[in-house]
């Protein structure tokens, strides 16, 4: 008897979360749908130019039919973009906990932070490939690194300092060392303020890396192909690679959102 009333008030919480999860879904689905109607019926009605604005149609036939050239591409983008995203997360984990523990560290990265912050891309990639070489990937690596460290950084360090006063009085009860209480008591704390940052930080490594390539590099990557493809007047090709690089983008943005759910379903889960 109970089983049974206990999986009837359970169903409607069930349905509820399963109708609200589709709801998320469809919802932005749907508004993407209704765009590009919008898009395509402006452009056939209004007759505009390719050169001014491809139709969907258009770009979807040569994302298709390039589509080899768009995959090359995005490895070569996506490549870069996992290297400064793995690079630049985890300088910033470290330096914020640095940052945490250390009083003097702390004020002396202010500045340093902050001058990283409005550091240009335009200004700083050309500079990266006379120091590393206009045929290695590092300076785009390292430009999307630093895109990465400063979110990652801001956020966990105000994560790491969201720690409650009787937490951090009951380590010093239990005569814990400093590394101890972050181990085991700020750096869970400060985990929702990391993912924070990730997410942001996985859509700026994207940026970053394809931004670096207008600025010079080896031949390769989605930013030299848009540059190459509306050089040689083929916009709807450019707008193709547009679309690999958004693509490209929500695919880091979905997986940095999928090991935050991972990361937050395992500690509630645990004890």
């Known amino acids: 008897m109970s089983a049974t009333s206990g999986s009837r008030s359970a169903s409607p ?5 399963s109708s609200g999860s589709l709801r998320a879904v469809t919802a ?6 209704v765009v590009l109607l919008l898009w395509q019926v402006a ?6 130019k390719p050169f001014v604005l491809p139709s969907p149609v258009n770009i ?5 039919s390039s589509f080899d050239s768009v995959w090359a591409g995005t490895v070569v983008t996506g490549t870069n973009a996992f290297v400064g995203l793995l690079l630049g997360a985890v300088t910033g984990i470290l330096a914020a906990i640095a940052a945490a523990l250390v009083r003097v560290f702390d004020e002396l990265s202010v500045p340093i932070v902050t001058a990283a912050a409005v550091i240009p891309i335009v200004a700083l990639a050309p500079v990266l490939y006379t120091m590393f070489g206009a045929n290695v990937e590092t300076a785009r690596q390292l430009v999307a690194a630093l895109a990465v460290f400063i979110p990652v ?6 994560g790491l300092r969201q720690v409650r006063p009787v937490h951090r009085d009951l380590m010093r009860a239990y005569a814990a060392s400093p590394w101890q209480a972050t181990r085991t008591v700020t750096l869970p704390g400060a985990m929702p303020f990391l993912f924070t940052g990730l997410r942001i930080a996985s859509s700026l490594a994207v940026i970053s890396a394809l931004i670096a390539e207008y600025f010079g590099g080896p031949v390769g990557g989605l930013g030299k192909s848009i540059t190459s493809a509306a050089a040689s007047s083929n916009y709807p090709l450019a707008y193709a690679y547009v679309l690999g690089s958004i693509l490209l983008g929500l695919v880091f943005y979905a997986v940095t959102l999928a090991f935050e759910k991972l990361a937050s379903r395992h500690s509630s889960s645990t004890p």
């Open 28 to 33: 932005p689905i749907l508004l993407g749908v």
């Open 153 to 158: 950084y801001l956020n966990t360090l105000k």
């Open 43 to 48: 452009v056939v009605l209004l007759d505009i």
């Open 60 to 64: 979807g036939t040569q994302f298709a």
């Open 13 to 17: 919480l069930t349905r509820g979360f």
